[in-house]
C-alpha cells in the first residue's frame, strides 16, 4: 500500500571541506534506526569521510560531481532515490546544499513509502551465504542477469529466495536506468562522468 507522506520531517547530515561528516540530526538517527542500521550513530559516522559509507564506485564519482557543482555554483542540487529497508519501500529525495568554505548539507525527505511484509533479501538481522547479488544504489532494483535489473519481490521470485535460510549478500552498483538518468541530470548540471 502507498503512503503518502505529510509531514515535512527532512533528515538531515552535513559534510566539510574535506568530505568529512561533521554533522548529523536526530532525524537523521532516527532513520537509520528504522532503516535496520542501528550501528549508525553519532560516534560511528561523525569525523568519517563520506565515501566510507557510499557502496560502489560509479556511485561515488556520481556523488563527487555532484558536490563539486554545489560548491562552485554555490547553487542546490535535487535528485530522487529510493531507501528500503526489509518491509518499507521508500521513494525519496536528497538537496545538497552549500553552506560556504566548502560544507554542504544533504537534507532527504521521504515522498511517498509502501509498508510491505517482511523481503528477507533485505533484512540486516540474518546470516548470509557467499553468493553475492547486485543492487542498483539509486533504485534499489536486484540485477538477476546480464542487463536485467528487476524490482527486489520479484527478484527473490526470479531467484526463488522465499524457502532460503542464508540470502545471498548484496553489492551495490548502479542500473542502467539510474545511470541514465543521474548521467542526463549531469549534463544538464554542467558536468558529466567521464
Known amino acids: 500500500m502507498m503512503i503518502q507522506v505529510s509531514d515535512d520531517l527532512v533528515f538531515v547530515y552535513q559534510i566539510d571541506g574535506n568530505d568529512k561528516i561533521t554533522f548529523v540530526d536526530e532525524a537523521w538517527l532516527l532513520f ?23 557502496g560502489d564506485a560509479t556511485t561515488v564519482e556520481i556523488y563527487k560531481r555532484l558536490l563539486n557543482r554545489v560548491r562552485a555554483t554555490q547553487l542546490p542540487v535535487t535528485v530522487p532515490f529510493r531507501c528500503d529497508s526489509s518491509t518499507r519501500c521508500r521513494y525519496m529525495e536528497m538537496e545538497m546544499v552549500s553552506l ?23 533484512s540486516s538481522r540474518i546470516d548470509r551465504s557467499a553468493e553475492v547479488v547486485n543492487m542498483c544504489s539509486w533504485c534499489k532494483k536486484i540485477k ?15 531467484m526463488n529466495l522465499f524457502h532460503t535460510i542464508f540470502p545471498p549478500m548484496i553489492s551495490h552498483g548502479i542500473c542502467p536506468d539510474c545511470l541514465e538518468s543521474l548521467q542526463s541530470q549531469l549534463v544538464e548540471l554542467g558536468t558529466t562522468l567521464e
Request: glycine share 6%; charged share 30%.
Open 144 to 158: 538477476t542477469a546480464p542487463g536485467c535489473w528487476v524490482e527486489v519481490e520479484e527478484a527473490t521470485r526470479e
Open 100 to 122: 560556504g568554505n566548502g560544507v554542504v548539507q544533504f537534507n532527504s525527505r521521504i515522498l511517498t513509502l509502501e509498508e510491505r511484509a517482511e523481503v528477507k533479501l533485505l
Open 32 to 54: 537509520a534506526r528504522q532503516n535496520d542500521a542501528p550501528e549508525l550513530t553519532r560516534e560511528t559516522v561523525l569525523g568519517h569521510i563520506l565515501w566510507k559509507f557510499i
